[in-house]
T-cell receptor
């Protein structure tokens, strides 16, 4: 069964450094998403992406964040200058249709020191 | 902003018993979905119920939706140890495609 994959599974970085989190969505899906989950808290929406552009973003997704689909398979989240509070689990998801079931990857645990 | 909110309870039940979780939300929705998360892993979609539906079944899962009370419940019948997980409701508002998650319910099924 097709699944969403994410790399790396764990990333440790120093405050102020740039990180890129990578995702390979399910191949026939058209909508892509990033969410994050700070330890012990809710899963929070960051951004959705469709047709090579951002379709929706949350208040969390400020100028420090960017997304890209550099080729036909990868979907990336870049954090330009990481802060301690960016430490969280980051989940990528994809879906065939907007607003319906989303398929999540296993997550990347980002630790900012 | 639109959010699903589960009753903040942790359930601990014996294998074979039923588990019920509730979720409430604040605004009009297009649909409501339930997801499961095993410890430290990704979320798995369980079931979706549209705003014009009142009840839906999938295997051992039964979900209800009451749009007048802005609430939903998830029932897992004949629970198994493998059902041990956190369960989240998530809502979708018309015109958006983001999922707005609740805080989650921790369910422990004791073999």
């Amino acid at each position: 069964e097709p699944e969403v994959t994410q790399t790396p599974s764990h990333q440790v970085t120093q405050m102020g450094q740039e990180v890129i989190l990578r995702c390979v969505p399910i191949s026939n899906h058209l909508y892509f998403y990033w969410y994050r989950q700070i330890l012990g808290q809710k899963v929070e929406f960051l951004v959705s992406f469709y047709n090579n552009e951002i379709s929706e973003k949350s208040e969390i997704f400020d100028d420090q964040f960017s997304v890209e689909r550099p080729d036909g398979s990868n979907f990336t989240l870049k954090i330009r200058s990481t802060k301690l509070e960016d430490s969280a689990m980051y989940f990528c998801a994809s879906s065939r249709q907007a607003g319906y079931e989303q398929y999540f990857g296993p997550g990347t645990r980002l630790t900012v020191t | 902003s639109q959010q699903g909110e589960e009753d903040p309870q942790a359930l601990s039940i014996q294998e074979g018993e039923n588990a019920t979780m509730n979720c409430s939300y604040k605004t009009s929705i297009n649909n409501l979905q339930w997801y499961r998360q095993n410890s430290g892993r990704g979320l798995v979609h369980l079931i979706l119920i549209r705003s014009n539906e009142r009840e839906k079944h999938s295997g051992r899962l039964r979900v209800t939706l009451d749009t007048s009370k802005k609430s939903s419940s998830l029932l897992i019948t004949a629970s198994r140890a493998a059902d041990t997980a956190s369960y989240f409701c998530a809502t979708v508002v018309s015109g958006n495609n983001r999922l707005a998650f609740g805080k989650g319910n921790q369910v422990v099924v004791i073999p």
